[in-house]
């Protein structure tokens, strides 16, 4: 069994170079989401599992940051940092979960994505969103009853197996698993 080490990894030339690479794609497809702007579909989740897997939590958490901060700001949208805690979370839980794994299980990502799903985009979003008053809920009981929320449950339990099918096939791809083992 492998543990998790809490220090930086050291980055070569080409770790700073494939994490700017990375970082650049998911603001690009950040850009590219599907939906309103209430019901938005998106798949940063690709580029943030490939840097959880080969940059681990502690490079992931501040990237995760950076990209929040620069997409907020990019957008023109107003930045409110309790929402970066949503990101932070997202890279720490995938950074935990895959980092220096060169092939992630069905039941590892099945596991991390219900987490993720169910903790930030359910819980903490919609709970962030009514505090923030995007979302008309004041009480436990409005919550169970709001046609919103339960759309956002809806969304969620569509997306998870579409993230993990989505997720295995693009952090167990040979092609960037050989990329990987070039640039590490």
Known sequence: ?????????????????LLGVLMALEFVIARFTVGTSFLKISFTFIVIGLI???????????????MDFLTNFMAGQPYIFPFALIALF???????????????????????LFLQLLISNVIMNTLL???????????????????????RIIKNAIMWPIEVV?????????SLESLRKRIF
Request: hydrophobic share 50%; aromatic share 20%.
């Open 1 to 17: 069994m492998k543990t998790l080490a809490f220090t930086f990894p050291r980055l070569r030339v080409q770790g700073i170079a």
């Open 52 to 66: 959880a897997k080969w940059f681990g939590p502690l490079w992931g958490v501040p990237v995760a940051f950076v």
């Open 90 to 112: 997202n890279a720490f839980i995938f950074g935990v979960s895959y980092y220096n794994r060169e092939k992630l299980s069905w039941q590892r990502l099945i596991i991390t």
């Open 129 to 151: 969103l009514s505090l923030y008053g995007f979302i008309p809920i004041h009480s436990f009981s409005e919550a169970l009853s709001s046609p919103i929320v339960w759309t």
């Open 166 to 174: 989505i997720s295995y096939v693009f952090l167990n791809n040979g």
